[in-house]
């Protein structure tokens, strides 16, 4: 029987770089429903001036980022109305190196746009309100989950 510290190396250079992926496609799952979707629909304090401006301070947080994304989606579904369209995702989109797929259905969403009359130390949003289907990646080809909105349909 090989020691302990052979298995232990043998365990951390196969098992290692799975592992690593496996925790990102996690954290990118729970990022999708942490950024993506926001069911029901939260209203936030006057103080933010309006919807898309308290949202996207909550985002810019939790990405721990002062960079302003010049759009963001956000969708106003349940989470299992959302995953199922990742069940089978039959395409795969090279520019992403993901599976993808187009929604059967429209959903409710909020388009935050970043303005583009303001001073550049601060980040402005205006918001659009409308039903569209979506294109999602998924985390894999079966069985997966979205982890990204890549565009609307």
């Not at 996690?26 to 950024?35: G, V």
């Not at 002062?66 to 109305?81: N, Q």
């Not at 187009?102 to 935050?112: A, G, N, R, Y």
């Not at 303001?118 to 997966?144: E, I, V």
């Given at each position: 029987m090989a020691p302990p510290v052979?298995?232990?190396?043998?365990?951390?250079?196969v098992l290692g770089p799975a592992l690593v992926?496996?925790?990102?496609?996690?954290?990118?799952?729970?990022?999708?429903?942490?950024?993506?979707?926001?069911?029901?629909?939260?209203?936030?304090?006057?103080?933010?001036?309006?919807?898309?401006?308290g949202l996207m301070s909550y985002v810019r947080g939790r990405q721990q980022?002062?960079?302003?994304?010049?759009?963001?989606y956000v969708l106003?579904?349940?989470?299992?109305?959302?995953?199922?369209?990742?069940?089978?995702?039959?395409?795969?989109?090279?520019?992403?190196n993901e599976y993808c797929t187009v929604t059967q259905?429209?959903?409710?969403l909020t388009i935050c746009s970043l303005s583009s009359k303001q001073p550049p130390t601060s980040c402005h949003y205006t918001s659009t309100l409308t039903n569209q289907r979506l294109y999602l990646l998924c985390s894999q080809k079966y069985d997966a989950e979205p982890i990204d909105i890549i565009g609307l349909y």
């Amino acid at each position: 029987m090989a020691p302990p510290v052979v298995q232990l190396l043998f365990l951390q250079l196969v098992l290692g770089p799975a592992l690593v992926e496996n925790i990102q496609l996690q954290l990118a799952i729970k990022n999708f429903r942490t950024l993506h979707i926001d069911y029901p629909k939260v209203n936030y304090a006057k103080g933010f001036r309006g919807y898309c401006n308290g949202l996207m301070s909550y985002v810019r947080g939790r990405q721990q980022s002062w960079y302003c994304p010049k759009i963001h989606y956000v969708l106003h579904a349940p989470w299992t109305a959302i995953k199922k369209f990742c069940k089978y995702s039959e395409s795969f989109c090279e520019n992403y190196n993901e599976y993808c797929t187009v929604t059967q259905d429209s959903f409710p969403l909020t388009i935050c746009s970043l303005s583009s009359k303001q001073p550049p130390t601060s980040c402005h949003y205006t918001s659009t309100l409308t039903n569209q289907r979506l294109y999602l990646l998924c985390s894999q080809k079966y069985d997966a989950e979205p982890i990204d909105i890549i565009g609307l349909y």
